[in-house]
């Protein structure tokens, strides 16, 4: 770096926030001039305004000089008049106005059937009290269009677009007055004329009236019972459930009374509760006591083991005495072990 030089701070002044604040303030000075300036203007509009209406007459003067140097000035001349005038001019202008006017008879003649006077027109007729009032308007009508008609300019005077404007006058007063005939026929041919009704005696009402109740009441009941039948057919087979078993049946009425009814009626209470026997128990042949065992050999209940050993001394004593009937009585034991095991 020389020497001498400063170093310049890295943040920009543009972006600065005092040079945003100064930029501000001088857009707002501009726009404060120029309110200024606007108002001055408004002040001096006024100002020529109010003082118009005074300056009138002198307008008016210049207006009028200006107008006669313009009349002064010669208008340059047309084309038209300029130029010589052909041989064939206007040759065709006849023959383009009857095709127009062709054209146009056409397209009324076809819209809707046609809208010209035929000799017999069935739709409308005119009906004959009429006749008067009808010759009395067209009189009146035919002086106003002879005022019109004097009132009018010559057709030497006329323009070929006064000549065309007329003639569509005309054209569509004659639509209008058509159409008007035309719906006023069409209405009194669709209305329906008074008597029309057959005249009848009340004797032959009242029979059509009596044919025609029963005409009704028959389709009625027809449609009855096509109605039953529907409803036959679309109807489920009901099952009536049987209660079986006990019910109970309650009745209320109006004094107050409750009535309770059991079908079947219950049986008595001995039935529904009946008295248990005592239990036997088996006595001791020995002791008479209450017996807890038996012996399988003699098939005697006996209570304890010395009433056993006493049961089997007595049986040891009744076998010597009896040795036969105890050689039987083995023999038959023996015969039911056989006839056992076979049958197993």
């Known amino acids: 770096m020389h020497k001498g030089c400063s170093k310049v701070p890295s943040t920009s002044v543009v972006g600065s926030p005092s040079v945003k604040r100064k930029r501000m303030i001088s857009n707002l000075e501009i726009e404060e001039d120029e309110e200024i300036t606007t108002s001055d203007e408004e002040r001096e509009a006024t100002a020529n305004a109010n003082k118009e209406p005074e300056n009138d007459d002198d307008e008016d003067d210049a207006e009028e000089e200006e107008e006669d140097d313009e009349e002064e000035t010669p208008l340059p001349e ?12 206007g040759r065709r202008m006849a023959e383009l106005m009857a095709q127009q006017t062709n054209e146009k008879d056409d397209f009324y003649g076809t819209l809707y059937g046609g809208f010209e006077e035929l000799e017999h027109d069935e739709d409308f007729e005119s009906p004959p009290h009429s006749s ?3 010759a009395a308007e067209d009189e009146v009508d035919s002086d106003f269009d002879k005022e019109e008609e004097e009132d009018e300019p010559t057709p030497a005077e006329e323009d070929p677009e006064q000549i065309e404007r007329r003639r569509k006058r005309l054209n569509q007063k004659r639509l209008l007055e058509h159409n008007k005939n035309w719906a006023i026929a069409r209405i009194n041919r669709k209305a329906v004329p008074e008597n029309a009704c057959d005249p009848k005696t009340q004797r032959e009402r009242l029979e059509e009236a ?12 027809r449609f009855e019972d096509m109605e039953l039948e529907r409803r ?4 489920k087979p009901t099952k009536r459930l049987a209660l079986d078993g006990p019910r109970v049946r309650e ?14 009626e219950p049986p008595p209470a001995e039935q529904c509760f009946p008295k248990l026997k005592p239990r036997e128990f088996r006595v001791c042949a020995i002791s008479g006591q ?9 098939r005697l209940p006996y209570a304890d083991m010395d009433a056993f050993r006493v049961l089997r001394e007595k049986y040891r004593q009744f076998l010597e005495t009896d040795h036969e009937h105890f050689q039987q009585r083995q023999q038959q034991q023996q015969q039911q072990r056989k006839k056992s095991t076979a049958n197993d």
Do not use: C, M
């Open 232 to 235: 036959k057919r679309h109807q």
């Open 251 to 264: 009745l209320w009425t109006r004094d107050g009374k409750h009535f309770i009814t059991f079908v079947p």
């Open 132 to 134: 008067d009032e009808e």
């Open 210 to 221: 009596k044919h025609t109740a029963e005409l009704n009441i028959a389709s009625l009941k």
């Open 290 to 298: 209450r017996a807890r065992y038996i012996d399988p050999v003699t």
């Open 78 to 89: 047309a084309l038209a008049v300029t130029r010589s005038r052909r041989a064939n001019a």
